[in-house]
């Protein structure tokens, strides 16, 4: 086998590899509540709790109004302040990182999970900053 033959070899093998991490959070998150648009989040809101995933920092800097802080870091320990019998809306930067907290919560139970499909960086709504 040649050089490039090694490195065809190799491409192939990392673009499976992204291919099967997408597919994977693709099937994960039919699994759970699912993912909602913008409007789908803001419209439902009001009758749910809102987690943002994200680390403290992140979370101080800006977030969703209404939006209470428990960072996937700390999930396991602090799950149990969420309501169970209230939907839970969850979001951060990262999809795949909000659909592992979404699979947490159902497997402990959590019936009505839901997050925001494109994540705190394309949200157009309401937003509350503040300066550390």
Same mark, same amino acid.
């Not at 909602?36 to 800097?61: C, H, M, S, W, Y």
């Given at each position: 086998?040649?050089?490039?033959?090694?490195?065809?070899?190799?491409?192939?093998?990392?673009?499976?590899?992204?291919?099967?991490? =997408?597919? =994977?959070?693709?099937?994960?998150?039919?699994?759970?509540?699912?993912?909602?648009?913008?409007?789908?989040?803001?419209?439902?809101?009001?009758?749910?709790?809102?987690?943002?995933? %994200?680390?403290?920092?992140?979370?101080?800097?800006?977030?969703?109004?209404?939006? %209470?802080?428990?960072?996937?870091?700390?999930?396991?320990?602090?799950?149990?302040?969420?309501?169970?019998?209230?939907?839970?809306?969850?979001?951060?930067?990262?999809?795949?990182?909000?659909? %592992?907290?979404? %699979?947490?919560?159902?497997?402990?139970?959590?019936?009505?999970?839901?997050?925001?499909?494109?994540?705190?960086?394309? =949200?157009?709504?309401?937003?509350?900053?503040?300066?550390?």
């Amino acid at each position: 086998m040649n050089i490039f033959g090694i490195i065809n070899f190799v491409l192939i093998i990392i673009i499976l590899a992204f291919a099967l991490s =997408w597919l =994977w959070t693709w099937i994960q998150s039919k699994r759970v509540g699912g993912a909602l648009t913008n409007e789908e989040f803001e419209k439902g809101k009001r009758k749910a709790q809102i987690i943002d995933v %994200r680390e403290k920092g992140p979370f101080k800097k800006e977030h969703i109004l209404g939006a %209470r802080n428990i960072p996937y870091t700390m999930f396991k320990y602090q799950y149990q302040e969420i309501r169970p019998d209230l939907p839970v809306y969850l979001y951060s930067d990262s999809s795949a990182l909000t659909v %592992r907290a979404a %699979r947490f919560l159902q497997k402990k139970g959590y019936k009505k999970v839901y997050w925001l499909k494109d994540g705190f960086e394309k =949200w157009d709504g309401q937003t509350k900053s503040s300066k550390y």
